[in-house]
Nanobody, 123 residues
Framework: QVHLEESGGGSVEAGGSLTLRCAASGVSHRTDCLGWFRRRPGKEREGIAT???????EYSDSVKGRFIISKDSAENVLFLQMNNLQPDDTGVYYC?????????????????WGQGTQVTVSS
């Protein structure tokens, strides 16, 4: 059974950095896509970074160049390194997984979700 649990959220000033962690038990790193999503206040949930089983990464325009997705397959952990955070990055961040290819913009295709972790960026 797949279980995801995020951690690492918190409060940071604009320009700061945070690294989110998602403990991903039961995930097959040979076949499963892993992704990070967020829900910002007043906005719909959006995909921000995905990592294919074969290693391909994709980022939304809003985070490209600032965020980095990676994983430690041996430890079953997915990371999201977030740099140069801005107040507009404030929201709840979720990790999710699905069997097969990633879909950055189709969050409904993801089968298992974590509970989310809050990120707050102050100006």
């Amino acid at each position: 059974q797949v279980h995801l649990e995020e951690s690492g959220g918190g409060s940071v000033e604009a320009g700061g950095s945070l690294t989110l962690r998602c403990a991903a038990s039961g995930v097959s790193h040979r076949t499963d896509c892993l992704g990070w999503f967020r829900r910002r206040p007043g906005k719909e949930r959006e995909g921000i970074a995905t990592l294919e089983a074969r290693g391909d990464e994709e980022y939304s325009d809003s985070v490209k160049g600032r965020f980095i997705i990676s994983k430690d397959s041996a430890e079953n952990v997915l990371f999201l390194q977030m740099n140069n955070l801005q107040p507009d990055d404030t929201g709840v961040y979720y990790c999710a997984t699905r069997r097969g290819y990633c879909y950055l913009i189709l969050d409904r295709k993801y089968e298992v979700w974590g509970q989310g972790t809050q990120v707050t960026v102050s100006s």
